[in-house]
């Protein structure tokens, strides 16, 4: 036995032993994850509802590619650059991965020169972040984005943007939300006669973004320590961007003598002003609220913004409802396309971006939490039959399905145990995925010439 055990352990030292063997790490990179059958019959249920919003609205569909020239998306997203993923160099281009739609579609409109368009575009998009995967903040995202590009009568296309927030949050069915707006120019304007210098508009701007997450203290804070700010220009802001309220606090705030006499300011309430009248029309109102606090971080936004948070319901120890996170996000950025045209040559845009990633660990959690059925497969018909030896006459009944249009599949083992299986199916059955309808094949029925359908739920033959 020894001897054996040499001569085999010889062979396998021959062979070469499992150390030299990659062992593979079986992961998603950070930030990435799959989707079950389960989780994408969920995921593609909520892109239903949400493209058949967009299309109602008239939008067209449009695709750019994963990667940009790094020029491209160079500049335009302000403290958030550090987040765009770099791609090595390819054939002398330097490439980097997309970080949203909109700067891709407005590259798109200048290269095209073109001038008026709506339309949506869903798409995956890649933030370097630290990802947070619980709260649906991941490094590879899904992001559905709906624009109108062009010259249209004030605040209409703003106000039919928040109005498609509003239906696609509605039909999702998520709970109570608010629809956050404010106007980048009202902020500026704000900035101006709080005494911060131009210079730092956008770093504070930046800061004034964290609202959501920090209580004022911190980000007061960092205004002044992190970024040089006086105390009394940060306090001076305190009092503004803690106000929030709806047509009643724009006509406040246009007879503020400090504001009122800032002209971007004025222009900004005084588009506000009008939007607030049209989301009246569209019935919506009450489910938007003027923000001063709502800053949005992007560097393109040159008008109206907004972003739409679900709300936890009240409780006992709460006295208002709690933020869990936004949404929906978008506002006016009219200055973009230009920075792109070589004559400078600008388009006016709104757009919105449904967060779906957010809206999905939602919707998952809702569904585990309620044990609901989800079908994976959209089967109508299994074709099964009593004896063996009937495999051809099922593939020739599969086949007259499929080229029937219907959707169908077959067990794949013959004969009685797959039948035994059939006959005792009901609702909670073994047959796969929950498909209603059972078409059976058997040696008399080929005689006359029929084919047994059952009902699985009611067990009901025809």
């Not at 508009?201 to 930046?206: A, L």
Request: glycine share 8%; with cysteine; hydrophobic share 40%.
């Amino acid at each position: 036995i020894t001897k054996e055990v040499a001569k085999l352990l010889e062979m396998k030292a021959q062979l070469g032993g499992d150390e030299n063997k990659h062992k593979f790490v079986l992961k998603t990179p950070k930030g990435t994850r799959d989707y079950s059958p389960k989780q994408m019959a969920i995921r593609e249920r909520v892109f239903d509802t949400i493209i058949t919003c967009f299309k109602r609205h008239g939008a067209e569909v449009i695709d750019t590619p994963v990667f940009e020239l790094k020029e491209t998306l160079t500049g335009k997203y302000g403290e958030d650059s550090k987040l765009i993923y770099d791609l090595k160099d390819q054939g002398g281009e330097l490439l980097s991965l997309r970080y949203d739609l909109t700067v891709p579609f407005a590259r798109y409109l200048a290269m095209n020169k073109i001038t008026n368009i709506k339309r949506y575009h869903i798409a995956k998009v890649y933030r370097r972040d630290n990802p947070a995967m619980t709260r649906g903040r991941y490094r590879e995202f899904y992001q559905c984005d709906f624009d109108i590009a062009g010259q249209f009568d004030p605040m209409i296309p703003d106000a039919e943007c928040l109005k498609i927030v509003h239906e696609i949050l509605s039909n999702l069915q998520l709970g109570d939300f608010l629809i956050k707006v404010n106007d980048r120019r009202i902020l500026d304007g704000m900035f101006a006669v709080c005494g911060v210098p131009d210079s730092k508009f956008r770093t504070i701007c930046s800061s004034v973004d964290k609202l959501d997450k920090m209580p004022w203290e911190e980000v007061r804070s960092e205004m002044v320590g992190e970024k040089a700010l006086s105390p009394e220009a940060a306090d001076h802001i305190g009092e503004y961007v803690q106000l929030h309220g709806g047509l009643d606090l724009i006509e406040r705030l246009l007879q503020d003598p400090k504001l009122s006499q800032n002209k971007l300011a004025k222009e900004g309430l005084g588009d506000l002003k009008l939007l607030f009248e049209y989301l009246a029309l569209f019935g919506i109102a009450e489910k938007i609220s003027f923000d001063l606090s709502l800053a949005r971080g992007l560097d393109y936004y040159t008008g109206v913004i907004f972003e739409a948070v679900l709300l936890q319901p009240e409780n006992d120890h709460m006295e208002e409802p709690v933020g869990v996170g936004s949404v929906a996000g978008g506002g006016r950025y009219d200055g973009l396309v230009g920075m792109f045209d070589p004559k400078g040559r600008k388009v006016p845009c709104v757009g919105v971006s449904i967060g779906i990633e957010r809206i999905f660990s939602i919707l998952e959690q809702r569904v585990e939490a309620s044990q609901e059925k989800i079908r994976t497969t959209e089967t109508q018909v299994l074709v099964a039959s009593a004896q063996k030896k009937l495999l051809e006459e099922r593939l020739k009944l599969v086949s007259e399905l499929w080229d029937a249009g219907i959707k169908e599949e077959m067990f794949c083992c013959e004969g009685g145990e797959a039948l035994a299986q059939v006959a005792q199916s009901s609702g909670g059955c073994p047959i796969p995925g929950g498909i209603p309808l059972v078409a059976i094949v058997g040696e008399q029925e080929l005689k006359d010439g029929v084919v047994k359908l059952r009902d699985v739920a009611t067990r009901e033959e025809v």
